[in-house]
Every structure is written in C-alpha cells, then in structure tokens.
C-alpha cells in the first residue's frame, strides 16, 4: 500500500508552527526507537541465520497461540466501522460542528484512490488470484486450475484485500482525526487514549510506549512494502532487460531508491512528491485500462458482478475461520499476515485518511473509506488477476507456470502474453520504483511525527533517518530469508500493537458516548419496560410503608406508562 504525503491543515488554535520552523524530535522516544531497529538491523546483517530461525520459531508460537485475535480483531473493526456509521454518532463532525469538509468529494475520493494504489497490489494484484488457482485454498475443497479454484482465487482476494483492510484503516483514522480535530490533541496514537489513562499519562511514558509500538509496526509494516517492491523490480528487470534476479540486485535496488527518498526529503520536494503520487495513480489506471481492452474484457465484465456475489455468500465464513478446522500454515501465510500487515500499516495509512477527512461527518467517513476503495481493489483485481487466471484456461499463456515462480513474476508474464508487452512492463517497474519512493517519504513523515509528539512537520533529518532504518530493514530480512523473512517480521510486530488496537477503540467508543453532538440516546422498548417495571416495584414499596394511593402512586404511575410508550414525559 502507498499514500501521498500528508498536507499540512489549515491554521487551528493553537497555531501550528510554520514549515520552516519544524520541531524538534522527542528524544528518549526517537533514541529508543531507533535502537532497537538498528539492533535489529544489526542481528540481521552479523546472524543471518539466527534471526531466520528464531523469528520462524517465535512465529509458529504466535501462530498457534494467537491467530484466533488476529481474526476476532480484524472482524470487531469491520462491525464497528458498520455499527457506528449507521448509528446517532454517524452525525458528529471529524471537527467542529459545522466545519465544512476540507476536500471537495472529487478531491477526497482521488485521495482515497492513491492510498489504496501501491506496492501491494501491484505486487498480489496478478499474484494472489493466480496462486490461488494454481494452488487453492484448503478450505475451499476446489481442485487446482478449474472454474471452483478461479471462484475461490477471486473470494479470497477481496477478503484480503476490501472490507477488512478498510476498516482497520478506518476505525484508526477515526480515533486519529476525532481526537486531533474534534477535541484539539495532538497527531498520534497516544493522544486517543486520553480518555482512558489521562491526559498527563498519555504525555509520559505511557504514552511515548504506545508511540513506540506504533514506530516499529509502521517500520516493518513498510519494510516489507519496500522489500516486495524491490523483488518485483528485479524480476521485472530479469523478464524485461535480461539481468539476472538475485539478493545482490534486490540489494542495489533498495539502495538506489532509498538514495533517491533521502534527495528528495533532502531538498523539500514536497510538491514533486504530491506529483509523482499523481502520475503513479494515472499510470495505474492506464495499465489496468490497457489490460480491460487488449485481454479478456468480456470475461472481466462478466467476473465482477459472480465474484463479487460469491465474496459477499461466504464472507461470514472466511472472516471466521481459524486454525481449528483448516490448514492453520496456510492461514499464516496468507489471512493472518495480511491482517498484521494491514493493522501495522494502520498508523501510516490511518494518519493520511485522518487528514484529508476533517470536516467530514462520521456516516460520510466511514461509508467512504470502506466501500470507495474496495471498489477500486474489486476492478483492479478481476481486471489483472481474472485476465491471468482466463489467459491459462484458454491455453493462451502458461500463467500456472509463472504463479510457481512466485507472485512477483506474475505480473509480467501476463503483460508479456498481452500486445506491446515490453513497453507495459517498463511502465510497471517505473510505477513500482515510484511508489517505492512515495511509500518510503510518507511512512517516514508519519514515523518522524510520532517521535516528534506528533508534530505535523518534523525536522527534516528526523524523517529522513527513518527512512533509511526502514530501507535498511527491508534489506536484512531480504537477507535473513526473503519473503518469507518480510512476513514473519511482519506478524510478529504486530501482535503488540493489535492489542494497543483494541485499546484505542475502547478509548473512542467511550468518547463517542459522552459527546453532547451526537443527540440524546434512542429510547429502546426494552429500556422503558425496565424503567416501567422499577416504576412499579417503587410503587409497591411504597404501599407496603403505607405510601396509599397519593400523588407520589400516579406520578409513578405516569411515569411508567410513559416510559412503556417510549416517551420521556415529567410531572
């Protein structure tokens, strides 16, 4: 996944400090954080092979322990982002009431587009589909390479990809942009637990934790986001310019873009950023454009709505298993990373959602953020990975072949089997190497916020260090052990932070409640047979003490009746 970078808000009280004053690092925070990624970096580049396998040992344990939260938790904010946009909080404003929206709906939905257009699905959009009709899902019971394995490739897809994604992404947006927005505090994760810990505890170390967590799952949350990019690059480089792929390449591609971030963060090319960001979603477009036209186009037309139909038909029934009654590797390998990969995105992704929504209502955000995206990620995977997946039934390419080769392949074995394949593959490496860019400048402005007590511009030196931690771990796990080493990282990371998720929501679900904008609770039927019943035994009480039948009995009785019928009524 990749964002363009955050754009500074408008002036609020208190004032922000100008751009050419950023602020400084919070420094027990910046030096703990980065020295524990160096540790890591360290542990990876002189014990290669202890890291691989203390991390495969440490991630079997998680696994088996801890899969089951990993799948609850994901599910919780899937209900949640539902539940609290169809109820009375859906009214409040992600600012003061009656602030207007910022950003033009055209403007927000083009914004929403560029966060969910990245590495990852220009990576998995061929990949995922073409595994896993090659080799299907256990759970499914669908045999490799037919019409019941191309249906399973296609469900399973959206469930990573759609609702579940967008709601973590979502349900921490919403805590970032309430706190910061509604109530004035500041930019991070801590500043939404202030209802929960105080105000003075979430300034302090307890806080500064919770930023840390928040530091390192965004910091192998993107590490694998780059390293993925840097093996599909140096496959595509093989496929198209013949250099043969390897460690060393993918090695030299990290260090050539990660040199190219470190220039542009360097020089202030905020804006040149804002544009590459831009043109990365224009070329996109026009790739899986060229795609619908040249390849299958009535197939993909006729893809959306069956699996669509099929993904909605058996959501509840992936979005519930766990390792109890299928293949729990299998489970860690696909669901249960994605799910720790998207939740240590959350921090990044949620912080850009945050700020091109102010002013929105809650209904409008959520709503948004949940079915705009996924519709994008729908076209884009029956589109690329519906065409590889029909291109190997009609025999017109052998794409099972290259899904074997690995999913960073996939992409360019079905541009190859399409007209002026060359041309679309150089234009895939070149997006890929910019959202390589964007992806590293954006994260590491998020990461420079959060060790900044969430200032909006950090010092430019503090993002640019954390870039190149990020590069650097990137690096050392494509050495220790690949994309299997990305992954593992990945989850493990993770697991810490699900739980600072929990946490969060149960923080903005108790400030949603105590907001005076959101209107008086509805008056439920059981509500008012429960006052109504009180009512009665007050009665009874009363008569029993010798209460008669006064006026204190026919208050209570008006009361009662009224309760029943739904009303408040006095007197």
Wanted: charged share 15%; with cysteine.
């Amino acid at each position: 996944m990749s964002t363009v970078e955050t754009a500074a808000p408008p002036t609020e009280e208190p004032p922000e400090p100008p751009r050419s004053q950023p602020q400084p690092p919070d420094w027990p925070v910046f030096v703990i954080g980065a020295l524990v990624v160096l540790a890591v970096v360290a542990w990876g580049a002189f014990g290669k092979d202890s890291l691989d396998s203390s991390s495969s040992t440490a991630l079997a344990w998680v696994l088996k322990n801890f899969g089951w939260l990993f799948v609850v938790a994901a599910d919780l904010f899937l209900v949640l982002c539902v539940v609290i946009a169809l109820s009375r909080y859906g009214r409040l404003r992600l600012g003061k009431d009656g602030e207007e929206p910022e950003f033009n709906n055209l403007a927000w939905i083009a914004m929403m587009f560029s966060a969910g257009m990245g590495i990852g699905l220009m990576f998995f959009g061929v990949g995922e589909p073409l595994q896993h009709y090659v080799d299907p899902p256990p759970s499914s019971g669908a045999q490799p390479q037919t019409d019941a394995a191309a249906r399973a490739a296609m469900e399973y897809s959206f469930f990573h990809w759609t609702l579940h994604p967008w709601a973590i992404y979502g349900i921490t947006a919403l805590a970032l942009a309430y706190a910061a927005y509604r109530k004035g505090r500041g930019n991070r994760i801590s500043a939404v637990l202030v209802p929960l810990i105080g105000e003075r505890r979430a300034d302090g170390w307890p806080g500064r934790c919770v930023d840390l967590l928040a530091v390192f799952a965004t910091v192998f949350g993107t590490a694998t986001s780059l390293g993925l990019g840097a093996l599909q690059i140096a496959e595509g480089l093989n496929l198209t310019a013949g250099v043969k792929a390897s460690t060393a390449l993918s090695l030299i591609i990290i260090a050539s873009l990660s040199a190219a971030f470190v220039v542009s963060a360097m020089s202030g090319l905020n804006k040149g950023v804002k544009w590459l960001s831009t043109i990365n979603i224009a070329l996109a477009a026009l790739l899986m454009a060229f795609v619908f036209i040249f390849g299958p186009t009535v197939y993909i037309l006729d893809s959306i709505p069956a699996s669509v139909g099929s993904y909605m038909d058996h959501l509840l029934q992936m979005s519930t298993r766990t390792g109890a009654f299928t293949d729990a590797s299998w489970l860690g390998t696909w669901t249960i990373f994605y799910w720790a990969w998207w939740l240590s995105w959350a921090p990044f992704v949620g912080t850009f959602l945050a700020r091109i929504s102010r002013g929105r209502t809650i209904r409008e955000f959520l709503l948004g953020v949940l079915l705009v995206p996924s519709s994008a990620t729908i076209v884009w995977f029956c589109t690329m990975g519906g065409s590889a997946i029909r291109l190997d039934q009609k025999g017109t390419a052998d794409m099972a072949t290259a899904a074997k080769d690995g999913a960073e392949a996939s992409l360019f074995a079905l541009l190859k089997a399409l007209p002026l394949g060359v041309v679309t593959s150089w234009i895939a490496i070149v997006l890929v190497m910019t959202y390589f860019v964007t992806s590293a400048d954006s994260a590491s402005l998020v990461m420079g916020s959060l060790t900044s007590r969430g200032a909006l511009h950090p010092q430019t030196w503090v993002s640019v260090a954390w870039g190149v931690l990020m590069a650097a771990v990137a690096a050392v796990l494509l050495v220790a052990g690949g994309l299997n080493s990305l992954q593992t990282a990945t989850i493990l990371v993770a697991l810490p932070f699900v739980v600072v998720m929990l946490v969060v929501v149960w923080a903005l679900l108790k400030e949603l409640r105590d907001d005076p904008g959101a209107g008086p609770p509805r008056h439920h039927a059981m509500h008012g047979l429960k006052d109504a019943v009180r009512a009665m035994v007050g009665e009874a009480i009363d008569e029993q003490q010798g209460g008669g039948r006064g006026p204190q009995r026919h208050y209570r009785l008006r009361r009662a009746a009224a309760a029943i019928r739904g009303r408040d009524e006095e007197g």
